[in-house]
């Protein structure tokens, strides 16, 4: 099969290249394959990884024209695009600082995202070791830290007027209005890591590439956060390629049965003071595993996901941010495994929530009052849910991609909060996602078989 695909693949490029050829009167080259600037894209896939913005009407894409690449603003009606930002002014802004060179300040000003303030007009930037705040088409910008330590894992508080991060395994806030700086821990270290995950955190738990593990309340005055105590975990020597020299390195790492790292939840205030720990007395510490982490939409809970490390059970538990009692909200159990989806819990406005459960051997959806109660099963049959894309709560709709139709290509499906009017949306076969705007409507499809489209 994988040679039909390669072969498929040759094909279409062969059948591709002659034609561009002739169009530009030239031959195909190596740069037009491989260069990261200049080469073409043979295969005609659609953008991932769409962001919308807050009008609703828009979202943005980059696009790499001459080796200069631009974010853009595009419409999703009529597919007009124009700069979402005066690059120019960025560039400017940022050369000015101390450190950062004209050619810095031209590639930081052209990259192909930017971590955004959640009202979408301002950047926070990572380079050289510091943090850099920028309004974006303004003239100046403003350095949040100075140091030679470097920052991690930096996000915008949800009012955007802070930028947490982690530093020397330590969790802070800065202000960027008066770039005040807060440490809001002081225990971390070589064998501790406050908020932000380890290897086996990382690689196993909460999936490559994402190591920041804490998590802010929706009304931005505390923030959650994993401490992880990696004594127990035994080094392992790894072998670091990069250098022409090879280089031998020592990092916790545990080998099958080797114990884990030790896990505590923790809630600080964003102001500063001790951390409240969540009570998690109930559970051996040497078996925890803390596998997903959120917030109630109110602030007043964190709602937190525990594992055994064989992951044969699944408890949703919600602990008071006061005082970090604990409460189990329901426990889901197998004979065999157990999987935590990232989509949970869906909160709604009213404070309960959806729930995705393979309970029943099928993944699918369950409605919970905010005590963890069963209000109803949403969807139900031999097809599975495979992650909902948005949610319609005036119109009491729910809209997911899922497998009804084909067990081997999801479609985008609605459905009522009571379980009733299944509709499946998308028509043509192949596999299709969908992208909501803010407004909870379903704006873009992809799909396997064409183009992305937004309507």
């Known amino acids: 099969m994988q040679h039909k695909k390669l072969f498929s693949l040759l094909v279409l490029v062969l059948l591709c290249c002659p034609a561009a050829a002739r169009a530009q009167q030239r031959q195909l080259t190596i740069e037009d394959i491989f260069d990261p600037a200049k080469r073409i894209n043979f295969g005609g896939s659609p953008p991932a990884n769409l962001e919308w913005l807050g009008d609703g009407e828009s979202y943005l894409q980059s696009k790499t024209d001459a080796g200069v690449t631009q974010l853009l603003k595009v419409n999703a009606r009529t597919g007009k695009a124009a700069p979402f930002f005066d690059a120019a002014k960025m560039e400017a802004a940022l050369a000015k600082l101390p450190g950062i060179s004209a050619a810095d300040a031209r590639r930081l000003a052209h990259r192909a995202s930017y971590q955004l303030n959640p009202a979408q007009t301002a950047v926070v930037i990572n380079f050289g070791n510091d943090l850099f ?19 991690l894992e930096e996000d915008f508080s ?9 530093r020397a395994n330590n969790l802070y806030v800065v202000d960027v209005a008066t770039g005040r700086e807060r440490a809001l821990t002081s225990t971390g270290g070589e064998k501790t890591l406050n908020g932000r995950l380890d290897w086996v955190y990382e690689e196993e738990v909460y999936g490559r590439g994402n190591k920041r593990g804490y998590w802010w309340s929706p009304d931005s005055t505390r923030l959650a956060y994993l401490s992880l105590d990696e004594t127990p975990v035994h080094d392992f020597p790894v072998v670091d390629h990069i250098p022409r020299g090879q280089v031998v390195e020592d990092t916790p790492y545990p080998l099958a049965g080797d114990p884990n790292p030790l896990v505590r939840l923790g809630v600080v205030a964003a102001a500063g003071g001790d951390t409240r720990w969540v009570d998690t007395a109930g559970y051996e510490p040497a078996d925890l595993l803390v596998v997903r982490v959120a917030w109630s939409p109110d602030s007043r809970r964190v709602v937190y996901q525990a594992q055994n490390r064989e992951q044969t059970y699944l408890d949703l538990n919600a602990a008071d941010a006061d005082t970090g009692k604990t409460s189990k909200l329901f426990q889901e159990k197998t004979l065999a495994w157990v999987e935590p989806f990232d989509d949970n819990p869906r909160w709604l406005k009213d404070g309960s929530f959806l729930w995705r459960s393979e309970r029943n051997g099928w993944s ?10 069963l209000i109803k099963q949403v969807t139900d049959g031999k097809w599975e849910v495979r992650g909902i894309e948005g949610v319609d709560e005036a119109g009491g709709l729910v809209y997911f991609h899922g497998t009804e139709h084909s067990h081997i290509a999801e479609q985008v499906y609605r459905i009522k909060l009571d379980g009733t009017g299944l509709t499946r949306l998308t028509k043509t076969e192949g596999s299709h996602a969908a992208s909501f705007n803010p407004t909870r409507r379903p704006r873009c499809a992809s799909s396997s078989q064409t183009d992305q489209t937004c309507a």
Do not use: I, K, Q
Not at 158 to 166: A, E, I, K, L, T
């Open 158 to 166: 949800p009012d955007g007027r802070m930028v947490s991060f982690v």
């Open 364 to 373: 699918h959806l369950y409605h919970y009052s905010s005590d963890g109660r």
């Open 133 to 151: 705040y920028y309004v974006l088409n303004s003239d100046s910008a403003v350095r949040l830290t100075n140091g030679p330590e470097e920052e």
